[in-house]
């Protein structure tokens, strides 16, 4: 599959004279392509361009991605293993049941970005901006969030097993089921979450809010708590 002026003609007279200026032998259908594709600005375009060619998006896997724009991106099962994603834009994208391992999401926008029941070991996630984000199922073993923000965040059952978690904000977020065994929550902001039934076994939670936490259910032992995180938490586990 090759893209030509003519494929996006069928979608958009002005992207189809853009293209055309910029690649006028056209790009092929593959990763390369796509990168380059996506680092020209033509993002806007990726799902008309799927549904039109009918075929899956080729893997991206450590593709440079850095501030593209994947806004409503509808992509889900997509190979991107280590791609770098840095500062991109990935507002209100699904991405859901993707290989998201190792990629680097710093300070990337993720405003309602759907990750639901992805691969996201190792990845980068530090000072990404995630609000709203949809993570529940998704692993995220040994992933940085250091300073992301994930204000209501649903992460039913998602798992962060020795994950880096610190002064990251999850205000009024779902982590019920959640596996947060030997993450470092030094610092976070974990105000009014859902923590039901969260396995917290050896998480080090020093300094964190716990503040109208639910926690019914939650798994200790040998975690770090918070003096006083009793008196603060809504609902505490039995002793």
């Known amino acids: 599959m090759h893209l030509t002026t003519d494929t996006f003609e069928l979608l958009d007279v002005l992207l189809a004279k853009r293209f055309s200026s910029l690649f006028p032998q056209g790009l092929p259908w593959d990763s390369a392509g796509i990168e380059k594709l996506l680092q020209a600005g033509f993002g806007s375009a990726l799902n008309g361009l799927l549904k039109m060619v009918g075929e899956p998006l080729p893997t991206l896997?450590?593709?440079?991605?850095?501030?593209?724009?994947?806004?409503?991106?509808?992509?889900?099962?997509?190979?991107?293993?280590?791609?770098?994603?840095?500062?991109?834009?990935?507002?209100?994208?699904?991405?859901?049941?993707?290989?998201?391992?190792?990629?680097?999401?710093?300070?990337?926008?993720?405003?309602?970005?759907?990750?639901?029941?992805?691969?996201?070991?190792?990845?980068?996630?530090?000072?990404?901006?995630?609000?709203?984000?949809?993570?529940?199922?998704?692993?995220?073993?040994?992933?940085?969030?250091?300073?992301?923000?994930?204000?209501?965040?649903?992460?039913?059952?998602?798992?962060?097993?020795?994950?880096?978690?610190?002064?990251?904000?999850?205000?009024?977020?779902?982590?019920?089921?959640?596996?947060?065994?030997?993450?470092?929550?030094r610092g976070a902001n974990l105000r009014g979450s859902n923590l039901r039934r969260a396995n917290l076994t050896g998480a080090d939670l020093t300094g964190a809010n716990l503040a109208d936490c639910l926690m019914a259910g939650a798994q200790l032992e040998g975690a770090l708590l918070p003096p006083g995180w009793k008196d603060v938490v809504f609902e505490a586990p039995e002793a």
Request: contains cysteine.
């Open 61 to 185: 896997e450590k593709t440079y991605l850095a501030q593209v724009s994947l806004v409503g991106a509808i992509i889900p099962g997509t190979d991107l293993r280590d791609a770098n994603l840095e500062e991109a834009n990935l507002e209100d994208a699904n991405l859901s049941r993707s290989e998201l391992g190792g990629v680097r999401f710093h300070e990337a926008r993720m405003i309602w970005t759907n990750t639901r029941d992805s691969n996201m070991q190792k990845a980068d996630l530090t000072s990404a901006a995630w609000v709203n984000g949809l993570l529940d199922l998704a692993d995220l073993t040994e992933a940085n969030l250091t300073g992301a923000s994930l204000l209501r965040a649903v992460a039913t059952e998602a798992c962060f097993v020795q994950a880096i978690l610190k002064d990251v904000d999850l205000t009024w977020s779902q982590l019920s089921g959640a596996d947060f065994s030997r993450a470092d929550l």
